[in-house]
């Protein structure tokens, strides 16, 4: 089975570009993770969606960044515009939420993002 | 503020030694997992641990919940180079579908 799918797996831009990170979930699971990691920050999550809808943003750092999820097969995080201390590794992950407690979060490979 | 606090956050044994990574808080979990993240990958759940005082067993790993469900032990006997990665917890609250991930304890067993 395909586990979640990101691309690109490595993106350099220069300071206020625009950058699209994209991400397939696994096929039946509800729940979408985004996440950030950092060394000095470690893994930090962004945004959260339910069955498509945005439940959780409140880890969004500003409002240069967004997010969308148009299908159940698809995300996307943008961020314009760039900036250098957004450089960090982009984590997807995608869960099958029964309620009751956190289930297993399957996680991408990530996308490496430089921003220069 | 750091909710999850993980130590070491650095280690690195020889082969066949034996280790312990704590994690700990002041915040009463619902409960915990634990994630290893090798180079360029993912992190991947290596164990859910859910009731105060669990141990579980995962070949020569050993995972434990402490009582009051605020800490958590990963105790690995005769480590091995593929053991080597990023170590790292994260909790759950109220039942919720939000982690929240530990520091990380990174790991280098060298042959």
């Known amino acids: 089975d395909a586990g979640v799918i990101q691309s690109p797996r490595h993106e350099v831009t220069e300071m206020g570009q625009e950058v699209t990170l994209r991400c397939k979930p696994i096929?039946?699971?509800?729940?979408l993770f985004w996440y950030r990691q950092t060394m000095m920050r470690g893994l930090e999550l962004l945004i959260y969606f339910n069955n498509n809808v945005p439940i959780d943003d409140s880890g969004m750092p500003e409002d240069r960044f967004s997010a969308k999820m148009p299908n159940a097969s698809f995300s996307t995080l943008k961020i314009q515009p760039s900036e250098p201390r957004d450089s960090a590794v982009y984590f997807c992950?995608?869960?099958?939420?029964?309620?009751?407690?956190?289930?297993?979060?399957?996680f991408g490979p990530g996308t490496r993002l430089t921003v220069l | 503020t750091q909710l999850l606090e993980q130590s070491p956050q650095f280690l690195s044994i020889q082969e066949g030694e034996n280790l312990t990574v704590y994690c700990n808080s002041s915040?009463?979990?619902?409960?915990l997992q634990w994630y290893r993240q090798e180079p360029g990958e993912g992190p991947v759940l290596l164990v859910t641990?859910?009731?105060?005082?669990e141990v579980k067993k995962l070949k020569r790993l050993t995972f434990q919940f402490g009582d009051a469900r605020k800490d958590s032990s990963l105790h690995i006997t005769a480590a091995q180079p593929g053991d080597t990665g990023l170590y790292l917890c994260?909790?759950?609250?109220?039942?919720?579908?939000?982690?929240?991930f530990g520091s990380g304890t990174r790991l280098l067993v060298r042959p």
């Open positions: 992950a995608s869960s099958l939420w029964r309620g009751g407690g956190a289930d297993t979060q399957y």
């Open positions: 641990v859910v009731t105060g005082g």
């Open positions: 915040s009463v979990f619902s409960s």
């Open positions: 096929s039946g699971h509800n729940s």
């Open positions: 994260a909790g759950e609250r109220d039942s919720s579908y939000k982690l929240i």
